[in-house]
């Protein structure tokens, strides 16, 4: 901290800056009054208070106007190694004030943006220096804003309060957005003490960044958000990431209502489907502003009865996409969005996203982006023509790859006729795939009509859930055999590497808490595994379901536990093949009539070999809330973090909650944390589920939350195997040890009561994030 003169400047300022060779300030004292000449000071005067005087003696900053000391108070100032100057009380040490509560242009870590509860007050906002060279406030503030208790980050233009710039809507781990934010475990992003309106927006920085503490992040002059650190070999700050970058699409609603900005494409702006522009000549001099209007009505706007009109509306899908500002959140489930949206004749667009839920939008469409990955998908209601049109436009490219795919097909089949002479066309695979051939040809084969008939035409009302590789069917063989079908998606690449995945590995496990596989069906271009049918379900829908939680007792809920735990040490230790599943957690375990469990899904499964311990991937795929530590951050993978899954599953199988939906004094924090807390209090009993509770199982209850607080450890070297953890589970080892800190504590997200009672099941409880959609 010392006195400092901008280039270009003939003033002085009083500054705080990171000690490196090129000046980085972050924060100005008075900022507001520059000097004339080098001979000011800073001290603490007579009342207490931290000042700085100018080479006359006269003050140009102080902290009386900030702080609140008694007349009588003994005070000195401290430059901490955060960067935070602060004011201090000599007897009581209490801080009086803080430079990290009166902020300038920057955000370093451990500085917090919003109106936060502290006694010396946070201010809401960063503000940009005027120019590079003049600190005092320029014209762009950053700032916290709520759309319906719904956080993100906004840049204002402070002359006529215009957004210039926004983060799209927090999801309790990223701004959806930013499409370079892949994870919260990249980009420390916190939003924290959120409550009757109140939020503070802070970051993190994590372990393996603390060599280099010098990141920090800058509101320029020029009005974009800058990250940037300090580079040791060049010697230099280097930018990694702004917020308005292209000078196009990032700016706030460049193309104007009904407009979407794409910057790979060779006009930045084009109108929505079903949009024209509404001034055809501005838009052709590169002035998109006026943005566009609708082609035709919307059915329930349309005042004529003729048969056209009573052709329903539908919806355009867009993905990856920035959605417009100004959504309305509304409680509808995943599944019902669509529809709610179609009843309500003002409802435009929607999107449904974890960890915000249900979205429709009524007024101008504004501020839409198109992103080459990430983003979200949104739902544009059009009426009928606009998709007829589009449905053309669908059967054209229908036919040719029909065409050009029958005949990839027919010069497959006759490679594979030549080889395989009598085999049935449902084995059919390519021919440099052999070993692929010949695991499925020792695989049951189950003809397509056989399936189609089974599944009643794969009829929706067989349909049994869904994800990023297609959908699962309930199905009835002839003989009566209840199956379930696993129906490949034509669209998931990813889908078809789990296909071939799934095949290898569970093919080759036999336990009666694995789920089985009965065999395959992969003709007329389809991929479907064929699965014994499990009658209740996955765990996740009785154990989050407050309607059916109750079928669980706490005796119940102990063999769930142990059975998981079999199964998962089958794969670990006692099949011919060392297997690490990857993606353990509640909607992957399958009930069958006795609620006996079985672990599914293997898509994502590794074969270890025999003298294997650990593995290393650049695609981290998986679910966030159950992940290990060192794979989220880093790709490694074991045994271990197959260990720290089953912990976060043991943990929700007490409590009946899902991760980071418990909540304490208001807010949601992680199930790992709230079990972290009543360790230490000694009070682990508390984690079980209210109405489940039951005295005669107290010590059952507090060894479950032991051994899960042993799984979730921070590091893979601290936790059991679970071989260890069924020994502990059943009292085999009888003194268990003291468990450390678990990772991935002290994360808050929003308050439990700030929605509708019906919407808490589907909102605030729903925190997972796959990095790669599955």
Same mark, same amino acid.
């Given at each position: 901290?010392?006195?400092?003169?901008?280039?270009?400047?003939?003033?002085?300022?009083?500054?705080?800056?990171?000690?490196?060779?090129?000046?980085?300030?972050?924060?100005?004292?008075?900022?507001?009054?520059?000097?004339?000449?080098?001979?000011?000071?800073?001290?603490?005067?007579?009342?207490?208070?931290?000042?700085?005087?100018?080479?006359?003696?006269?003050?140009?900053?102080?902290?009386?106007?900030?702080?609140?000391?008694?007349?009588?108070?003994?005070?000195?100032?401290?430059?901490?190694?955060?960067?935070?100057?602060?004011?201090?009380?000599?007897?009581?040490?209490?801080?009086?004030?803080?430079?990290?509560?009166?902020?300038?242009?920057?955000?370093?870590?451990?500085?917090?943006?919003?109106?936060?509860?502290?006694?010396?007050?946070?201010?809401?906002?960063?503000?940009?220096?005027?120019?590079?060279?003049?600190?005092?406030?320029?014209?762009?503030?950053?700032?916290?804003?709520?759309?319906?208790?719904?956080?993100?980050?906004?840049?204002?233009?402070?002359?006529?309060?215009?957004?210039?710039?926004?983060?799209?809507?927090?999801?309790?781990?990223?701004?959806?957005?930013?499409?370079?934010?892949?994870?919260?475990?990249?980009?420390?992003?916190?939003?924290?003490?959120?409550?009757?309106?109140?939020?503070?927006?802070?970051?993190?920085?994590?372990?393996?960044?603390?060599?280099?503490?010098?990141?920090?992040?800058?509101?320029?002059?020029?009005?974009?958000?800058? *990250?940037?650190?300090?580079?040791?070999?060049?010697?230099?700050?280097?930018?990694?990431?702004?917020?308005?970058?292209?000078?196009?699409?990032?700016?706030? =609603?460049?193309?104007?209502?009904? =407009?979407?900005?794409?910057?790979?494409?060779?006009?930045?702006?084009?109108?929505?489907?079903?949009?024209?522009?509404?001034?055809?000549?501005?838009?052709?001099?590169?002035?998109?502003?006026?943005?566009?209007?609708?082609?035709?009505?919307?059915?329930?706007?349309?005042?004529?009865?003729?048969?056209?009109?009573?052709?329903?509306?539908?919806?355009?899908?867009?993905?990856?996409?920035?959605?417009?500002?100004?959504?309305?959140?509304?409680?509808?489930?995943?599944?019902?969005?669509?529809?709610?949206?179609?009843?309500?004749?003002?409802?435009?667009?929607?999107?449904?996203?974890?960890?915000? =839920?249900?979205?429709?939008?009524?007024?101008?469409?504004?501020?839409?982006?198109?992103?080459?990955?990430?983003?979200?998908?949104?739902?544009?209601?059009?009426?009928?023509?606009?998709?007829?049109?589009?449905?053309?436009?669908?059967?054209?490219?229908?036919?040719?790859?029909?065409?050009?795919?029958?005949?990839?097909?027919?010069?497959?089949?006759?490679?594979?006729?030549?080889?395989?002479?009598?085999?049935?066309?449902?084995?059919?695979?390519?021919? @440099?795939?052999?070993?692929?051939?010949?695991?499925?040809?020792?695989?049951?084969?189950?003809?397509?009509?056989?399936?189609?008939?089974?599944?009643?035409?794969?009829?929706?009302?067989?349909?049994?859930?869904?994800?990023?590789?297609?959908?699962?069917?309930?199905?009835?063989?002839?003989?009566?055999?209840?199956?379930?079908?696993?129906?490949?998606?034509?669209?998931?690449?990813?889908?078809?590497?789990?296909?071939?995945?799934?095949?290898?590995?569970?093919?080759?496990?036999?336990?009666?808490?694995?789920?089985?596989?009965?065999?395959?069906?992969?003709?007329?271009?389809?991929?479907?595994?064929?699965?014994?049918?499990?009658?209740?379900?996955?765990?996740?829908?009785?154990?989050?379901?407050?309607?059916? *939680?109750?079928?669980?007792?706490?005796?119940?809920?102990?063999?769930?536990?142990?059975?998981?735990?079999?199964?998962?040490?089958?794969?670990?230790?006692?099949?011919?093949?060392?297997?690490?599943?990857?993606?353990?957690?509640?909607?992957?375990?399958?009930?069958?009539?006795?609620?006996?469990?079985?672990?599914?899904?293997?898509?994502?499964?590794?074969?270890?070999?025999?003298?294997?311990?650990?593995?290393?991937?650049?695609?981290?795929?998986?679910?966030?809330?159950?992940?290990?530590?060192?794979?989220?951050?880093?790709?490694?993978?074991? @045994?271990?973090?197959?260990?720290?899954?089953?912990?976060?599953?043991?943990?929700?199988?007490?409590?009946?909650?899902?991760?980071?939906?418990?909540?304490?004094? =208001?807010?949601?924090?992680?199930?790992?944390?709230?079990?972290?807390?009543?360790?230490?209090?000694?009070?682990?009993?508390?984690?079980? @589920?209210?109405?489940?509770?039951?005295?005669?199982?107290?010590?059952?209850?507090?060894?479950?939350?032991?051994?899960?607080?042993?799984?979730?450890?921070?590091?893979?070297?601290?936790?059991?195997?679970?071989?260890?953890?069924?020994?502990?589970?059943?009292?085999?080892?009888?003194?268990?040890?003291?468990?450390?800190?678990?990772?991935?504590?002290?994360?808050?997200?929003?308050?439990?009561?700030?929605?509708?009672?019906?919407?808490?099941?589907?909102?605030?409880?729903?925190?997972?994030?796959?990095?790669?959609?599955?």
């Amino acid at each position: 901290m010392g006195f400092f003169r901008p280039e270009n400047s003939t003033k002085y300022y009083v500054g705080i800056m990171f000690n490196v060779p090129s000046m980085a300030v972050i924060w100005v004292a008075n900022r507001d009054k520059g000097m004339d000449d080098p001979r000011g000071s800073m001290g603490i005067s007579a009342d207490g208070n931290l000042v700085v005087l100018d080479g006359e003696n006269i003050v140009v900053w102080s902290t009386s106007s900030k702080s609140n000391i008694s007349t009588n108070s003994n005070t000195y100032a401290q430059l901490l190694d955060t960067g935070n100057l602060v004011l201090k009380d000599s007897s009581s040490g209490r801080y009086l004030w803080e430079s990290f509560g009166e902020n300038s242009d920057t955000l370093v870590e451990g500085m917090k943006l919003g109106n936060g509860a502290s006694s010396i007050g946070i201010t809401r906002e960063l503000r940009s220096w005027k120019s590079p060279w003049d600190p005092s406030p320029g014209s762009f503030s950053f700032r916290l804003r709520l759309l319906q208790n719904i956080p993100e980050v906004i840049i204002v233009v402070q002359n006529n309060s215009k957004i210039y710039w926004r983060s799209g809507l927090w999801n309790k781990q990223i701004f959806i957005g930013l499409p370079h934010m892949s994870s919260v475990y990249d980009y420390g992003s916190k939003i924290i003490n959120y409550d009757e309106g109140d939020i503070t927006y802070t970051y993190d920085t994590f372990k393996n960044m603390k060599e280099s503490t010098k990141l920090h992040y800058v509101l320029t002059s020029t009005g974009s958000y800058v *990250e940037k650190y300090w580079d040791e070999e060049k010697s230099q700050w280097v930018v990694t990431w702004e917020s308005v970058a292209s000078g196009q699409c990032d700016m706030y =609603g460049k193309c104007g209502p009904f =407009g979407i900005c794409d910057t790979l494409s060779s006009k930045s702006c084009s109108c929505l489907k079903g949009y024209r522009p509404r001034d055809e000549m501005e838009w052709g001099n590169g002035n998109w502003s006026s943005g566009c209007i609708r082609n035709a009505a919307l059915q329930c706007h349309r005042n004529s009865s003729d048969e056209e009109n009573k052709k329903k509306d539908g919806f355009l899908k867009l993905q990856r996409v920035k959605v417009p500002d100004f959504p309305i959140w509304v409680p509808s489930l995943d599944d019902t969005c669509e529809t709610d949206c179609l009843r309500d004749c003002g409802c435009i667009a929607y999107s449904y996203y974890t960890g915000i =839920g249900c979205t429709h939008w009524s007024e101008d469409l504004i501020d839409i982006q198109q992103f080459s990955t990430g983003g979200a998908d949104l739902y544009i209601r059009l009426p009928y023509s606009e998709l007829d049109q589009n449905k053309n436009n669908k059967v054209i490219i229908i036919v040719i790859t029909l065409t050009i795919g029958s005949l990839a097909i027919a010069s497959c089949l006759y490679f594979v006729l030549l080889k395989h002479r009598g085999k049935k066309s449902s084995k059919v695979m390519p021919r @440099e795939d052999t070993s692929h051939v010949k695991l499925l040809e020792e695989l049951p084969v189950f003809d397509f009509e056989i399936i189609a008939k089974a599944t009643e035409n794969f009829h929706s009302g067989n349909k049994l859930g869904e994800g990023g590789f297609g959908q699962v069917y309930k199905g009835v063989l002839e003989d009566g055999q209840e199956i379930a079908v696993k129906r490949l998606s034509e669209s998931s690449t990813q889908g078809q590497k789990e296909f071939m995945n799934e095949v290898i590995v569970i093919s080759k496990l036999q336990h009666r808490n694995l789920v089985r596989l009965l065999g395959c069906c992969i003709e007329r271009g389809e991929k479907m595994l064929v699965y014994e049918f499990m009658p209740n379900g996955s765990l996740d829908a009785l154990l989050f379901d407050p309607y059916k *939680e109750v079928v669980l007792d706490w005796m119940k809920r102990l063999m769930i536990i142990e059975g998981i735990g079999r199964g998962l040490l089958y794969l670990h230790r006692d099949s011919r093949l060392r297997i690490i599943h990857r993606d353990l957690k509640a909607s992957n375990i399958l009930l069958d009539e006795q609620l006996n469990p079985k672990i599914s899904d293997f898509g994502l499964a590794r074969i270890f070999g025999s003298n294997q311990n650990q593995a290393k991937t650049q695609r981290v795929i998986g679910t966030y809330g159950y992940m290990a530590p060192e794979y989220a951050i880093n790709g490694k993978f074991s @045994e271990k973090s197959d260990v720290f899954s089953f912990g976060v599953l043991l943990l929700e199988i007490v409590s009946g909650r899902k991760n980071s939906a418990l909540y304490h004094d =208001g807010f949601a924090i992680g199930l790992a944390a709230h079990a972290w807390k009543l360790w230490n209090l000694d009070k682990m009993e508390e984690m079980a @589920e209210v109405g489940m509770y039951d005295m005669s199982f107290k010590m059952s209850m507090r060894r479950c939350v032991h051994v899960g607080l042993l799984c979730v450890q921070e590091y893979a070297d601290d936790r059991p195997n679970i071989s260890s953890v069924l020994s502990m589970l059943s009292s085999e080892i009888v003194e268990l040890p003291n468990p450390k800190q678990p990772a991935f504590t002290g994360r808050q997200s929003f308050p439990y009561n700030k929605f509708p009672k019906q919407s808490r099941s589907f909102v605030y409880n729903v925190t997972i994030s796959d990095v790669e959609g599955r």
